[in-house]
C-alpha cells in the first residue's frame, strides 16, 4: 500500500489523476479503517487528504457551504447550521458516539454511501449539492443523484468531494428526524427518516420526506409527500400516509433486522412524527 | 461492630488499574515470542481427511504448524472443574473431525501474528462434509448425525442419541399435587445463547523458566485447575508447570474454560520459544457461550397461592462440546427450585450435543435459564388465580429456618447435600423493593407507550458444598505488616481487596497492612477458583481462619513479652494489650521479637477451608417499562434490586457486582442474540452487529443491599457475583405482560418480536 499526504487540492486532484490500480481517500478512517481491518478494503493507494483546508461551514447569502472535511461533531454544534438546518445538527448529533463524531467527517459520511448514512437523509430534504473536483475543473451534483447504490457513487476514481452547499431553511420550516437502532449509541440504523414541510392553515405545503436504510441508497418517499399537501392536516390524513410510505420502501433483511420490521417503521416513524408535529402530542 | 469489614475500602489493584501499569497478561513482551494463529472450520460437521502443510511451512518465520497429524491426543474435559471432573473428556488438542464452523482444524506459530495467519490460510485442507444437526430435539432422535463417534471419549451417557447426560429426581408425588391443585399450566419457555464479552479476550502467554519448567501466564478465572489439565494433555508433571494470573479484564465464566493454555504450552515444548496466544474478537465469540435451554414447566397451583406441584423439564444445549454440560443442567433445576416451597416436585433434564459452538460457564450457570421459567410460571399462575404476583411470591419462596428436599435430592452433577436456610432477608428485600419502584402507582398508559412492571425473586449459592476449597497463607513482617497469600482468583471482582479486609479485620490493623498476591501455583497456596460465587464465603473463610491462627501467635508472644497469660490480653489496632494492666506491645515490637530477639521464627500461618452449606444469597427484583406500541421497543424506565448477600465485606464492590449482572441480564433480555445461517456460523461475531448494553443505554438503576448475617460465613457474609443475572429476563416479561398483555416465553424480547405479537395478538414465541 502506498500512502500519499498531499496539502493542497491541486497536488491531490493530480495524484489522483495519475494513480494506476485502486485508490481510497483517508478522511476521518471511521468507516475506511474498519474495512481495511476487516481485510474487506485492500488498497493499493491511501490518499491521506485530513490536511486539505475543506474544515469549513461558510455562509454566503442565502447559501451554506460545508467543507467535506468538517466533522460531524462540529457540524452538530455549529451555530449557523443549528439556525438554517437544524435537521441536519440534529441528525449529526445522533450519530455513533463522541468518538466516531469527532473523527467522522461529512464528505466520508456521504462518499462511503451507505443507505444507512445519517446525515444523507437532512441532506435530501434540505436539496443539497454535492461539489466535486478534477484536475480539469469542478461539477455539481444533486444529492438524490449522487448514489448509485449501496456504497457506491457516481464520482470518478480521480474526483474528490470538495463541498455541500444548500440553501438555508426558513424560520417557518417543521421537520424531524428520527432513527432506530439496537441501542441507543454505536448502532447503524435500521431505518431512519427526515420531514420538512411547512404548515399553512391545517395544510401542509412543501413537504419533504427521504428515508434511510430501506432501500439501496437513501430514496425520497414523492408519492406520500404529494399526499400529504392534497388534504386537510388531519388524523386521517396521517393514517393513509403512514400506510403509503410503507408501499415506497423496499427494505431487506439482515442480521440488524427485517424487512417486514423495516418497513412497518417507515409508517411508525412518519406517524409519530406528524403527531408530534400536529399538536405535541401522540395519537392514540 | 467492624473495623474494615462493610466499608468502602479502595481497591488493591485500584491505583495500578488506574494508572496503566502493565498488570495484564499481555502487557509483557518476551524475547523470540511465537505468535500463534489457528485456522478453523468452514464447516459445521466434517472429517479431516488431509491437511497439506508444506506451503505454510515454507514461509519465513514459520515455526510450527500443529494439527491432529502431530499434536497429543489425550481426552480431556475444557471445563475448570474440581477433580474428578463432572464434565465429559471429549475434547482433544486437535482432531481429525470438526463439530461446528470454528472449530480448530490447526494452527500456526510463527515470529509475527500477521505471519502467523497469512500462514494459516496456506494450510490446504480437505473435509468430507457430514451432515449436521442444529436443533437440540432432533440431535436425541435415532438417525440423526452422530456428533461425537470417536472411541477414546469418556463420560458421554449415549454418544448414539448426542445425549451428554441426564438426571431426573423426584420429592413427594406429581400426581397427589397435581390433583390437589385448582389450576395447573404447563408451559414452554426458551433462552438464546449469549457470550460474556469480556473486553479482555482470552489470551495466554507461555515460556520456559531458567530451569525449564513450563510457565503459563494466563487470563483465566482457575490456575490450578489449569495447571492439571495441561499436565494431563501435555503429558508431564504438575511439578514442571507453573500458571501465573496477572490482574484479569473480566472472566464472568468464559475465563473458566483450559483450551488454549496447553495449544501454547505445547508449542513452547517443541520450540523451546515463549508463545502467545490471543483471541480476537471473533474468535472470542465462539470461545464458549452461555447454554441454550428449552423448559417444559408444568406447575399446580391453589386459589390460595399454595403450590402443589412443579414438573421442570429442561433440554439443554451444549453445542459441540460437553464443557460443563451436565452440571450446569444439574443447577438449572438444584439453584431454582429449592426457592419454592412445594411439596411434590420432578425435575428432568437433560443436554445434548448440535453442530453449534460450544457452551460453558457463563454468570448464573444454568439458574438464569432455569428462573425466566419459574419466574414467567408464577405469574401467569397469579394471573389465573387472580392474584398479585407479588403477593404470590412472599407465599411461596422460602424462609429463614427452612430447607428444601431438592438440597439434598440435587447438586452438582451428582446428588446434593441437605441444608437449612440460616439467613433470608427475601422478605425485606420484597418490601424495600415494592417501594422504591412506585409498584403499578403510574399511569398505564401514556400516549404510543405502555407502563408495565414486573418483578422477579431469586437465587444462588455460596461454592459448591463439600467440594469447592480455598487455602490461604499469612506471614508478618517485622514492620507489622503482612503477606496475604491466596489461591483465590481476582478477574476484576475485587476479590483480592475483599480477601485484604477480611484478613485485616480478623487480624485488627487496617487492610493497607495486608499486601495481597495471589493465584500463582508456585507461590499461593491451593484454591478451586473463581466460580460458583465461591470467592468471598469460600476463600474469605479460609483467609479468616488462617488470620485468627496468626492473631493467636502474635497474641501469645506479645504474652511473653508483656508477661502476662494468654486469658489476660486482647488484640487491638494493631496492638497486643493487657486488660489487667493497660500495658500493650505493638505488632511491630512482636514481629521484630520473633524474627530477631528471642526465640526466632517466621509468623505464618495457612488454613483451608471448605463449607458442607452453599447458603443462597437472595435477591427481589421490581423493573418499571414502557413498550413502544409503534415500534415495539422496550424502554426500561426503572430497576430495582433488593439483594440479600449476607454481610457485605465491601458494599461498594458489592452494589458493583449487582449493578453489573443486571446490565449484563437486560442486555440479555433485550438485545443480544446469536444469528446462525443455515451452516450454524454466528454471522453477527463482533461489536458492530451484537449489541451488548452501553453506557447510554442503562436506565436508572436502583441497588439496596439489605444485610442479614450468615452464621457459616465470613463476618457472615455470602455470595454476590452471579445471583443477580437471573433476574432481568423474567421480570423484564411480565412487565412487558403487564403492559401490553401478551407473553413472551421466549428471549430476547427484540422490538421485531414484540412488534409482530402486537399485530397478530396474543402470545409469541415458545407455543403454549
Redesign the interface.
Known amino acids: 500500500m502506498k500512502v500519499y499526504s498531499p496539502e493542497t487540492i491541486e497536488e491531490t486532484t493530480k495524484i489522483l489523476g495519475k494513480l494506476k490500480g485502486n485508490v481510497h481517500l483517508l478522511a476521518g478512517g471511521t468507516d475506511l479503517v474498519v474495512k481495511v481491518k476487516e481485510g474487506t478494503v485492500l488498497p493499493e493507494n491511501l490518499i491521506n487528504i485530513r490536511k486539505l483546508p475543506l474544515d469549513y461551514i461558510k455562509e454566503e447569502g442565502n447559501q451554506l457551504r460545508i467543507g467535506a472535511l468538517t466533522s460531524i461533531e462540529t457540524i452538530h454544534r455549529s451555530k449557523p447550521i443549528r439556525t438554517y438546518a437544524p435537521i441536519l445538527s440534529d441528525a449529526a448529533g445522533k450519530m455513533g458516539s463522541p468518538q466516531i463524531r469527532n473523527l467522522a467527517t461529512i464528505g466520508g459520511n456521504i462518499a462511503n454511501a451507505s443507505p444507512a448514512a445519517d446525515t444523507v437523509p437532512p441532506l435530501f430534504v434540505l436539496n443539497a449539492q454535492i461539489v466535486l473536483k478534477d484536475q480539469k475543473g469542478s461539477r455539481v451534483i444533486p444529492i438524490e443523484k449522487f448514489f448509485s447504490g449501496p456504497g457506491e457513487n457516481v464520482m470518478r476514481r480521480d474526483e474528490i468531494l470538495m463541498e455541500i452547499t444548500f440553501r438555508k431553511c426558513a424560520q417557518s420550516d417543521e421537520w424531524f428526524f428520527s432513527k432506530l437502532g439496537q441501542r441507543k449509541a454505536l448502532a447503524i440504523s435500521k431505518v431512519s427518516l427526515a420531514f420538512r414541510g411547512k404548515v399553512n392553515q391545517n395544510r401542509l405545503t412543501d413537504v419533504s420526506i427521504a428515508l434511510g436504510a430501506v432501500a439501496p441508497t437513501v430514496i425520497y418517499a414523492q408519492r406520500t409527500a404529494r399526499f400529504l399537501e392534497s388534504k386537510t392536516f388531519d388524523s386521517a390524513l396521517i393514517d393513509e400516509a403512514s400506510r403509503i410510505i410503507q408501499e415506497e420502501a423496499s427494505p431487506i433483511s439482515d442480521i440488524r433486522s427485517t424487512s417486514e420490521y423495516r418497513r412497518r417503521m417507515v409508517g411508525a416513524l412518519l406517524k409519530q412524527g406528524l403527531w408530534e408535529l400536529k399538536a405535541g402530542v401522540s395519537p392514540d | 461492630m467492624f473495623k474494615e469489614v462493610g466499608r468502602n475500602v479502595p481497591r488493591v489493584d485500584g491505583y495500578a488499574l488506574v494508572r496503566g501499569k502493565p498488570v495484564f497478561t499481555d502487557d509483557i513482551d518476551l524475547k523470540d515470542m511465537l505468535f500463534i494463529k489457528f485456522l478453523r472450520s468452514p464447516h459445521p460437521h466434517a472429517i479431516i481427511k488431509s491437511i497439506d502443510t508444506s506451503q505454510a511451512e515454507k514461509m519465513e518465520g514459520v515455526a510450527l504448524v500443529l494439527s491432529y497429524e502431530n499434536a497429543p491426543r489425550v481426552p480431556h474435559t475444557t471445563a475448570g472443574q474440581g477433580y474428578p471432573e463432572p464434565s465429559p473428556y471429549d475434547t482433544v488438542m486437535f482432531d481429525r473431525k470438526v463439530r461446528f464452523v470454528g472449530d480448530r482444524v490447526a494452527c500456526v506459530a510463527a515470529t509475527s501474528p500477521e505471519v502467523a495467519e497469512e500462514a494459516t490460510k496456506k494450510l490446504s485442507v480437505e473435509y468430507e462434509v457430514l451432515p449436521p444437526v442444529f436443533d437440540p430435539e432432533w440431535a436425541m432422535r435415532d438417525g440423526a448425525p452422530i456428533i461425537h463417534d470417536e472411541k477414546d471419549s469418556q463420560g458421554i451417557l449415549d454418544p448414539q442419541h448426542n445425549l451428554v447426560g441426564e438426571v431426573e429426581v423426584k420429592v413427594g408425588s406429581l400426581e397427589k399435587g397435581f390433583k390437589e391443585a385448582d389450576v395447573i399450566l404447563e408451559r414452554r419457555y426458551e433462552v438464546h445463547y449469549a457470550q460474556h464479552t469480556p473486553i479482555e479476550p482470552h489470551i495466554v502467554i507461555t515460556w520456559l523458566d531458567e530451569n525449564g519448567r513450563l510457565v503459563i501466564r494466563s487470563a483465566t478465572q482457575v490456575p490450578f485447575h489449569t495447571r492439571r489439565i495441561c499436565a494431563n494433555v501435555l503429558g508431564i508433571p504438575i511439578q514442571r508447570i507453573r500458571v501465573v494470573k496477572p490482574r484479569i479484564g473480566g472472566g464472568f465464566g468464559v475465563k473458566q474454560e483450559v483450551y488454549l493454555d496447553y495449544v501454547a504450552g505445547w508449542i513452547t515444548l517443541q520450540t523451546g520459544r515463549p508463545a502467545k496466544i490471543e483471541l480476537t474478537r471473533e474468535e472470542e465469540f465462539i470461545s464458549r457461550t452461555r447454554h441454550p435451554i428449552i423448559t417444559l414447566l408444568k406447575a399446580g397451583a391453589k386459589r390460595d397461592g399454595t403450590l402443589t406441584a412443579l414438573d421442570m423439564r429442561i433440554l439443554s444445549n451444549t453445542g459441540a462440546y460437553g464443557s460443563h454440560a451436565t452440571t450446569v443442567m444439574y443447577n438449572t433445576g438444584s439453584k431454582v427450585l429449592p426457592l419454592y416451597r412445594c411439596p411434590n416436585v420432578r425435575f428432568q433434564g437433560r443436554v445434548v450435543y448440535t453442530n453449534l459452538p460450544v457452551a460453558g460457564a457463563y454468570r448464573g450457570y444454568g439458574a438464569t435459564q432455569g428462573y425466566f421459567a419459574t419466574e414467567s410460571m408464577l405469574d401467569e399462575l397469579a394471573e389465573e388465580i387472580g392474584m398479585d404476583p407479588v403477593e404470590l411470591r412472599k407465599e411461596v419462596h422460602i424462609k429463614e429456618g427452612e430447607t428444601s428436599p431438592i438440597f439434598q435430592a440435587l447438586g452438582e452433577g451428582r446428588e446434593g447435600i441437605s441444608q437449612v436456610i440460616s439467613s433470608c432477608k427475601l422478605p425485606q428485600c420484597i418490601e424495600e423493593g415494592l417501594k422504591l419502584i412506585g409498584w403499578k402507582k403510574k399511569p398505564k398508559e401514556e400516549?404510543?407507550?405502555s407502563r408495565g412492571y414486573g418483578c422477579a425473586i431469586m437465587m444462588q449459592g455460596s461454592g459448591i458444598p463439600a467440594i469447592d476449597m480455598g487455602a490461604a497463607l499469612i506471614k508478618m513482617n517485622e514492620d507489622g505488616s503482612f503477606n496475604l497469600l491466596v489461591g483465590a482468583t481476582d478477574l476484576g471482582t475485587g476479590s483480592d481487596t475483599i480477601l485484604a479486609q477480611i484478613a485485616a479485620e480478623a487480624l485488627k490493623v487496617p487492610t493497607k497492612k495486608i499486601i495481597v498476591y495471589s493465584s500463582d501455583t508456585d507461590l499461593t497456596p491451593f484454591d478451586v477458583g473463581a466460580y460458583a460465587s465461591s470467592t468471598t464465603y469460600i476463600s474469605g473463610g479460609a483467609v479468616l481462619k488462617t488470620a485468627e491462627r496468626v492473631l493467636e501467635e502474635i497474641i501469645r508472644i506479645g504474652g511473653e513479652m508483656l508477661n502476662e497469660a494468654e486469658g489476660e490480653l486482647i488484640a487491638k489496632d494493631a496492638q497486643v494489650i493487657s486488660k489487667r494492666t493497660g500495658r500493650s506491645v505493638t505488632y511491630e515490637e512482636i514481629a521484630k521479637n520473633s524474627l530477631y530477639e528471642r526465640d526466632q521464627h517466621q509468623i505464618i500461618g495457612s488454613m483451608s477451608h471448605i463449607s458442607s452449606q452453599s447458603p443462597p444469597p437472595f435477591a427481589a427484583h421490581f423493573v418499571e417499562l414502557l413498550v413502544d406500541?409503534?415500534?415495539?421497543?422496550v424502554k426500561v424506565e426503572r430497576y430495582v434490586a433488593c439483594v440479600d448477600c449476607g454481610t457485605p465485606i465491601n458494599p461498594k464492590l458489592a452494589e458493583g457486582q449487582v449493578e453489573g449482572s443486571i446490565i449484563n441480564g437486560i442486555s440479555y433480555a433485550l438485545?443480544e442474540q446469536f444469528?446462525f445461517d443455515k451452516n450454524g456460523r454466528m454471522?453477527?461475531a463482533s461489536f458492530?452487529?451484537y449489541?451488548i448494553?452501553?453506557?447510554?443505554?442503562i436506565p436508572e438503576l436502583k441497588v439496596v443491599l439489605i444485610p442479614s448475617h450468615e452464621p457459616s460465613g465470613p463476618f457472615g457474609a455470602k455470595s454476590v457475583g452471579e445471583v443477580n443475572i437471573n433476574g432481568p429476563c423474567p421480570a423484564i416479561a411480565n412487565a412487558i405482560w403487564d403492559a401490553i398483555g401478551i407473553r413472551f416465553r421466549e428471549t430476547p424480547f427484540t422490538?421485531?418480536r414484540i412488534?409482530?405479537a402486537l399485530t397478530l395478538g396474543g402470545s409469541s414465541g415458545a407455543r403454549t
Open positions: 400516549g404510543r407507550m406500541r409503534g415500534t415495539g421497543k438485545t444469528i454471522m453477527n458492530q452487529d449489541k448494553f452501553s453506557a447510554m443505554d422490538p421485531e412488534l409482530r
